[in-house]
Nanobody, 124 residues
């Protein structure tokens, strides 16, 4: 089972950018389904970006499509966040060890391994 450690969160002004990183203790070159989720207090954890490391296929939630970009290099999963708005304020989590096929974003029950999360706070 993978171990995941996120970093890169923090405060940012609306319209700004951030890059989140997730250091993984696994070899992503084995063809793994990895993802970024986010969660606000009192809300469900939402899948926002997914990548299949075997071929680089990516998928995004409509709320972030065109603004966020997921990538993987060696043992690091990254999420580039651009054009941030107040609604992007959340705790961001990386996830690995998908249960089942890597076909869509899935939900929190589709991933077995999670990082501890990193807070992103967007201000006006």
């Amino acid at each position: 089972q993978a171990q995941l450690v996120e970093s890169g969160g923090g405060p940012v002004q609306a319209g700004g950018s951030l890059r989140l990183s997730c250091a993984a203790s696994i070899d992503p070159n084995n063809g793994r389904c990895m993802a970024w989720f986010r969660q606000a207090p009192g809300k469900e954890r939402e899948g926002i970006a997914q990548i299949y490391t075997g071929n680089g296929y990516t998928d995004y939630a409509d709320s972030v499509k065109g603004r966020f970009a997921i990538s993987q290099a060696k043992n690091t999963l990254s999420l580039k966040l651009r054009h941030l708005n107040l609604e992007d304020t959340d705790i961001y989590y990386c996830a690995a060890d998908r249960i089942g096929a890597c076909l869509d974003l899935g939900d929190r029950f589709d991933y077995a391994t999670w990082g501890q999360g990193t807070q992103v706070t967007v201000s006006s």
